[in-house]
């Protein structure tokens, strides 16, 4: 039993009436998981064939007693997931295409109040002209689709991921180890040293998201006046990549890309960080930072990093709905 | 140049005029350095031969020109720390004896306004009567005292950190391996699972910290109605120690200490989680669950796990203060 099953089961024991797909795919945004209605009917139909769940009319699910009995018994075996296998999944799943910039891109996903939108993309104008961000493509939706479902009064924000980048060299055959999530401080505009890391592999919760909660950024100051915080990460590559790594990153600037601050040296520490043998350090800016200053603000919002797959195709330049809100 | 040298040039550099040892305490506490004043009176004599400070007056310094200059180039050499070595560090530093229950043991600090201590402490009582709390012995110092500042209009409060427990078995020769620190999910009074887990030698923040600051826990549910979310680590114990082990935890027990939930069997996962080979999994409370009850009850509070030693002997029970309050 996955984990999105049990999540749908979850959901119709508390309700414990006759609820929709649209519902369910709403709810299950509370749990992280993010699917569209159509998934989420075809999951209902796996439980549906193994009798845990009943339609009711047109659409309607409610859970049996012997989906009773198996949510109690599988979710003690239910297990924490760590980050980087969700960076590794996504990487591998992600067939964005950098050449033809067609295929699906891994972002994050943030929701922000309607009312307070004009004042977020406000917040968020300077970061999407500065080299903190990976690319000034964003998602911007304001009513549920296929593959996003929008919480009421909120619109959804989807900004690339930096993980996008270990996807696109995984796809030319090169394999980028995710170490680090941190907060780099920045002086006379330039990356000076790590204030906060936390392993990729050792967390549960993502190291980015923690660091926005927590307040830790200034990702304001370091944009505006060259000292300040921002969201980085730490990557190795091995050496032997070094001058594919620097051709596939200078094809993607062409694109619109950008996100690697710094190279290190092959088996050299970058900002104190030591590598692997036969490795180099990079760092990479995070793809959160416009939600970042966004937070900076005072105004909330839901984020979830690394979340999903969405079409490249369907990004719109941030000057474009900005440009709009004004 | 260690880190509480580098701090004190910060302060001084940033203050730009002559300060005294005891401010300079003060404000080290916003570096998450804690220090007797005492002791920064060391450190400054240390600064003072090598030039980088020099006195002026009655105990007030001033930074030289060399000390900037040191402080530029030191600083970015300055490490980010990871908490294991934090937990390795006190636990070998650490003398408290079980048998005469005295010396110095590992407690977290904690500073309450002092206009929110009676809510405070009426939110910590419930937990101080349950299992979920490493000992009922507190810490409640209200004025600056040789080895803790304590900011003005707040109060410092000590908890017996659950690292206590490794610096006495350590001391018996038994080495512990601290693997996560997280937020577990009790139902009916019971350990359930792991919610989320943040390794510790992969984080530079406390786990436990985050999870407060992250409002994961309902400490207040698991106690009093058995379904709830408390902090908690997961430690493992070499297989050849256990009868030991639970040897010295029952002479703990007999001096009113408790905080091991669990133990697992050898090579067994423990609540899904695996161990290393020859391994036993134990599970043990958060010695900040008191601390998390308040937060929870919308008390801002400044924490510092694993923070400092500190002598036993002048711990009082946590109900002499609290009856106090009343």
């Known amino acids: 039993m996955n984990r999105t099953l049990l999540a749908i089961l979850k959901i119709l024991a508390k309700e414990n009436k006759i609820i929709g797909s649209k519902e369910i795919a709403k709810k299950l945004k509370m749990y992280g998981v993010n699917l569209s209605e159509r998934t989420v009917r075809y999951h209902l139909k796996i439980l549906d064939e193994r009798g845990l769940t009943k339609v009711f009319g047109k659409e309607g699910r409610i859970i049996t007693e012997k989906g009773r009995q198996e949510l109690e018994s599988a979710s003690t075996v239910e297990k924490v997931g760590f980050i980087i296998n969700k960076i590794e999944t996504l990487s591998y799943l992600s067939d964005f295409d950098i050449d033809s910039c067609k295929g699906k891109i891994i972002v994050n996903l943030s929701y922000i109040p ?58 030319h055959g090169i394999p980028v180890i995710s170490r680090f999530g941190g907060v780099l401080e920045i002086r006379d505009g330039q ?24 307040k830790m950024t200034d990702v304001s100051g370091a944009i505006k006046n060259g000292y300040g915080r921002v969201l980085a990460s730490f990557r190795e590559i091995p050496t032997v990549c070094l001058e594919k790594v620097k051709e596939i990153y200078s094809e993607m ?53 690394i979340s999903t797959l969405y079409d490249y195709q369907a990004m719109v330049d941030f000057k474009e709905i900005s440009d709009n809100l004004k």
Chains 1, 2 share one sequence.
Do not use: W
Not at 123 to 138: D, G, H, L, R, T
Not at 198 to 211: V, W
């Open 114 to 171: 309607k009312n307070k939108l004009k004042k977020a993309f406000q917040a968020m104008e300077y970061v999407f002209n500065s080299p903190f961000v990976m690319s000034n493509k964003i998602l911007f939706i304001e009513e549920d689709n296929n593959n996003i479902v929008v919480p009421d009064n909120h619109v959804c924000l989807g900004t690339v991921c930096s993980v996008a980048l270990n996807a696109i060299l995984l796809k």
């Open 191 to 214: 990356p000076y040293r790590f204030n906060a890391l936390i392993s990729y592999d050792g967390t549960s919760l993502d190291p980015l998201e923690i660091f926005i909660r927590g």
């Open 253 to 305: 600037q062409k694109k619109g890309f950008q996100g690697i601050l710094m190279f290190g040296q092959p088996n050299q520490p970058l900002l104190d960080i030591p590598v692997g043998i036969d490795r180099i350090g990079i760092i990479v800016v995070g793809g959160l930072n416009p939600v970042a200053a966004i937070e900076e603000t005072g105004i909330k919002t839901y984020t979830s990093a």
